[in-house]
């Protein structure tokens, strides 16, 4: 930091020194050519014309004056030297007034950079910094409520599909007397889909409220995670088998870790759940996990479209979807990887994610001595 403010530093020496110089300069100056022979004239000529009486009057002036005239000079020196501090702080005060303005456009709108002197080039530079940060963080907001309301318009407008069916098939239902069983059954299987793709539409809602409006905390407890994602891969048995998936964990048995079980499900849940809805039909998802010193990797690998590198850049987003057709059955509110990477860097871990050559990999290190 000091290097940073050496160049005003020693202009404000500089300056202090010549006015120093200066004040006792015009001292000497005024003293040699007005003061000088006169001085001890103009004071007892004062003195005698007040009390009237010569020899008094010198007597006076050398008990007062002349035995203290150092004094009296230093005394000159210093008001003198009040004086040119006073107008060169006039100037001095130039450099806050800058930076003032410099603070005041921060809050403009403009895009141009704030110029300062070249003593405050530090501030300059710092102030233009939080300028443009601000500026980011102004349009990186914008642009998640801008994504968010999108996401809330399209919900909502496909809401009223799959409750226009329910209610349809419903009345079918209700009105036909002489409905054949199998048909009655196609149409209660209609209805029960589109009732939990209502669901699902209504959870997105849910959690898209839930995360702007609770934060998440942590509570640790040891476990066994192998058993956690073979149990896991049981409950998406229904999921793989309706195309035709498999899944194959490959990790050491009873790997014990110290974790928030709930949060760290969600995690890994939101994981084998994308790579279910972007696999290809007959694919593996294989999940693997292994030890590296300290930490664990778990990884989610499964085949499936190349994600694009812009696409990756931004997977982790809120309210980002891989895939934007409002109707898709696989596109949630594009919170979910969101809320995983906030989880997991919790526990002081990573989550990255990689595509090529139809391959989809989602990889969460965790250190194995984490929480409190």
Do not use: W
């Amino acid at each position: 930091m000091g290097n940073e403010f050496k160049r005003l530093q020693t202009k404000l020496f500089v300056r202090t020194a010549v006015a120093l110089f200066a004040a006792v300069l015009i001292v000497a100056l005024l003293y040699s050519f007005v003061l000088k022979g006169n001085f001890a004239n103009i004071v007892v000529n004062i003195l005698d014309s007040i009390i009237g009486d010569y020899d008094r009057a010198v007597a006076i002036y050398r008990q007062v004056f002349r035995n203290y005239m150092g004094l009296y000079l230093l005394m000159a020196v210093a008001a003198v030297f009040l004086i040119v501090m006073r107008i060169y702080l006039n100037g001095f005060v130039r450099y806050f007034n800058e930076i003032n303005r410099g603070i005041e456009a921060l809050m403009d709108e403009n895009s141009e950079d704030v110029v300062l002197s070249a003593e405050l080039a530090s501030i300059e530079k710092k102030i233009n910094h939080i300028k443009r940060n601000l500026e980011q963080r102004k349009l990186a907001a914008e642009l998640a409520e801008q994504r968010k309301n999108d996401l809330v318009v399209y919900l909502a407008h496909d809401l009223k599909t799959p409750l226009t069916s329910v209610i349809g098939y419903l009345t079918l239902l209700r009105d036909e007397n002489r409905i054949s069983e199998e048909l009655r059954e196609r149409y209660l299987s209609i209805s029960l889909e589109k009732a939990e793709r209502l669901e699902d539409l209504i959870n997105e809602f849910f959690e898209i409220t839930r995360f702007n409006l609770s934060g998440i905390t942590l509570e640790y407890r040891r476990l066994n995670l192998t058993r956690m994602l073979q149990q896991l891969v049981y409950e998406f048995q229904p999921m793989l088998l309706e195309k035709d998936l498999k899944c194959e964990l490959d990790m050491p048995a009873d790997i014990m870790i110290r974790i928030d079980a709930d949060k760290m499900q969600r995690v890994f849940d939101n994981l084998l759940r994308n790579a279910v809805n972007y696999s290809f039909d007959g694919g593996v998802i294989r999940i693997a996990a292994a030890q590296n010193g300290d930490s664990l990797s778990i990884r989610f690998t499964n085949s499936g479209d190349t994600i694009p590198q812009e696409k990756l850049e931004r997977i982790f987003e809120q309210f980002y979807r891989l895939d934007a057709a409002r109707s898709s059955k696989s596109g949630g509110a594009g919170l979910g990887l969101a809320i995983a990477k906030e989880i997991v860097e919790l526990h002081n871990g990573t989550i990255t994610a990689r595509s090529e050559d139809e391959l989809i990999e989602f990889e969460v290190t965790l250190p194995l001595q984490t929480g409190a």
